[in-house]
C-alpha cells in the first residue's frame, strides 16, 4: 500500500513497529546499530554510525516506504517524547524498489541547547570534537520511545524504537574496541589536556575544485566520512575513508586534498607531551 500524504495529519503519524531486534556491527572502521520497523511496502531500516567516541552518528533511513521522499531537502526528527525536534538536512539515493535518506552531518538523539551552541560558535571551525560538553546520558537515552520524522514527500513517520540505553551500551563498547586498532594509545587519550586541533580553517582543506569532474559530468552527490593519523609534529600521516554513500572518486578526492592540506596542532597527554592521534569529520559534495 502507498499512503497519500494528504491523508494523515501531522499530529497522526504513521507508526512503524519494530520488525527485529537491534543489531550491532563491528566495522573495520565505524560501528553500526541497526533495526526494521513495519514491513512489506512499508518498511523501513535505520542504522546508525558512529565514527569515534561521541554522542553523535550518522543516520540513515532506506527502504520501500520511503520512495515518495524528494530527492534532497530539509526535514524534521524527534527522538521523542522528551527530546525535542531538530532540524536536519538530506540527501537521497534509490535503487529498485527501495530509496535510501541521508542525513548530512552527525546529529545526536536532541539538538543542542543555547549554551552549548554558544561554546560550538568558538571552538574550531564549530565542530563538537573540541568542545567540553556534558554527554548525553544513558537515563535520556532510556527515555526514548520512537524516533519521529517529517520530511518532504511523506506523510509524519514514528519508528517504534524503544529505550536507546542498552543499544546504546552496546554501540560504547563497539567502539571502545575500535579505538585498540587504530595505532593510538588508548589510555592516555582518555586524559588528553588537547586533541588533535585543525590549524587555519577546515573549510579551506576541500574546495570547489575538488569535485571530481567525472562525478559532475554524472550529476552525483555523496558524503564521505574521513579520520585522518596525525603525528606528533602535527602532520597527518595516514587517511582513512571511515563510510562514503558515493564511488571511490569521492573517496579519492577527499583524500589527496586532505594531505595536500590539513595541518594540525598536536594532541597533548595529561603532562602536556604530544602523542600521536586522529581527527574524524566528514564533506558533503552536492550539486546546486
Keep these: 500500500m502507498i499512503w ?9 503519524p504513521l507508526r512503524l ?47 520501500p516506504g520511503l520512495l515518495r521522499l524528494h530527492t534532497r531537502g530539509e526535514a524534521t526528527i524527534q527522538f521523542g517524547p522528551v527530546e525535542e525536534e531538530q532540524e536536519i538536512e538530506f540527501l537521497t539515493g534509490q535503487s529498485r524498489g527501495s530509496k535510501t535518506m541521508f542525513v548530512v552531518g552527525q546529529p545526536r538523539i536532541a539538538p543542542w541547547s543555547e549554551e552549548e551552541q554558544a561554546l560550538l560558535e568558538r571552538s574550531p571551525g564549530g565542530d563538537p570534537q573540541f568542545v567540553d560538553i556534558q554527554p548525553i546520558g544513558f537515563e535520556r537515552l532510556g527515555a526514548v520511545e520512537y524516533l519521529l520524522f517529517d520530511a518532504p514527500g511523506l506523510p509524519a513517520i514514528q519508528l517504534e524504537t524503544g529505550s536507546l540505553r542498552e543499544p546504546f551500551e552496546a554501540f560504547d563498547r563497539c567502539m571502545d574496541e575500535l579505538l585498540t586498532h587504530w595505532g593510538i594509545d588508548v589510555e592516555r587519550h582518555r586524559s588528553l589536556t588537547r586533541p588533535a586541533t585543525p ?57 589527496r586534498a586532505l594531505q595536500r592540506r590539513a595541518r594540525f596542532d598536536p594532541a597533548l597527554d595529561a603532562d602536556g607531551n604530544p602523542v600521536a592521534s586522529y581527527y574524524v569529520n566528514s564533506v558533503s559534495f552536492q550539486m546546486p
Excluded: K
Design 4 to 12: 497519500s500524504t494528504a491523508s494523515r495529519a501531522a499530529d497522526d
Design 17 to 63: 513497529p519494530a520488525a527485529g531486534p537491534w543489531e550491532i556491527n563491528y566495522a573495520e572502521d565505524n560501528c553500526n546499530l541497526g533495526r526494521r520497523f513495519g514491513e512489506g511496502d512499508q518498511e523501513i531500516s535505520m542504522v546508525m554510525s558512529r565514527f569515534s567516541p561521541s554522542d553523535r552518528f550518522r543516520l540513515i533511513l532506506t527502504g
Design 199 to 255: 590549524v587555519g580553517s577546515v573549510g579551506r582543506w576541500i574546495v570547489t575544485s575538488d569535485y571530481p569532474r567525472a562525478m559532475i559530468r554524472g550529476r552525483n552527490q555523496g558524503i564521505v566520512y574521513f579520520r585522518l593519523n596525525v603525528g606528533l609534529s602535527g602532520e597527518v600521516t595516514a587517511c582513512h575513508i571511515q563510510q562514503s554513500t558515493r564511488p571511490e572518486g569521492f573517496e579519492d578526492a577527499v583524500c
